[in-house]
Every structure is written in C-alpha cells, then in structure tokens.
C-alpha cells in the first residue's frame, strides 16, 4: 500500500452534501500562533462572514484560537474542499497585507466532522467556543474576542 501524506490522508473519503452540518479545523502553517493578535484573527472570521454573505455555508459556531480555528457550519452550497480553499486563501493574503508580511499562512488540508443526524448541534458549539477555557486563554467565554455562535 502506498505511503500518503497527512493532507492527502485527510482527502480520502471526502464527501461534501448540502444543509449539511460540518465541524472543520484548519491550523495555521508549523502552528504558529499568529492569533494571539485578535486583530490579526479578525481576517479570518471576515471570510467566515464572507462565505455566508455569498451563500455558500452559514455559520453556526466558530472560534479562531492562537494557531487554529474550529468553524460548525451547515453547507449551503458547492463543496468543501471549495469553501475551504477560498477561506483560507482569501483571509492569507487578508493576513498578510495587515502584518506586512508574505507567503503562506495554513497547513495544507483541513479535517471535517460531518455531525451525524443523532449528535447534539448545540452541544458541538458549547464545544467550539469553549476552547479558549479549556486552553486556559481566559477565565470566561465572554472574554475571548474571536468566538460565536448562533445560540448566544
């Protein structure tokens, strides 16, 4: 059997469906917290509103954490793998031109959970925006800038 690349191991098996709810994570390239400037994070959760203002996924929950981000979506249109290539493209080049700086900014790939029809949504989302505690980032959710979620 051939050896694949992480990324391409995260490829295989790949299915996008319409209205239905994803959990995707993307890290940042060699995890490097580049977010610890929430200003910085701000380019990325434009393309998460971006994506939604184009019809293409709306969002339910998301948190932008120093070196990664977790975004529940339900899909509305196309694919994921065109929804996360344009996310992470478009907030790069965002990124870069804030920080004065250039070349990529994302690991290649991202992993995807399809929730499953008896998985609780908003329990997902409890999930999501907890990060920041469960990093010790902060002591309550309402004082982490880079989080949402459709419920609160």
């Not at 996008?16 to 929430?38: D, G, H, K, V």
């Amino acid at each position: 059997m051939p050896s694949f690349s992480a990324s391409h191991r995260l490829r295989r098996g790949r299915y996008s469906e319409q209205n239905r709810i994803y959990l995707l994570t993307a890290n940042t390239l060699e995890r490097q917290p580049i977010f610890l400037n929430w200003r910085v994070g701000r380019r990325v959760v434009e393309q998460f509103k971006r994506a939604q203002e184009q019809g293409l996924a709306t969002s339910l929950a998301w948190v932008v954490m120093p070196d990664h981000f977790h975004w529940l979506i339900s899909l509305d249109k196309g694919s994921l793998d065109e929804l996360m290539c344009r996310t992470k493209s478009l907030s790069a080049r965002a990124i870069n031109q804030s920080t004065g700086q250039t070349g990529r900014r994302w690991q290649q790939g991202y992993h995807d959970h399809a929730l499953r029809r008896d998985e609780d949504i908003k329990q997902m989302a409890r999930y999501v925006i907890a990060n920041p505690l469960r990093a010790g980032l902060v002591q309550r959710v309402g004082d982490y800038p880079l989080w949402y979620a459709i419920w609160v």
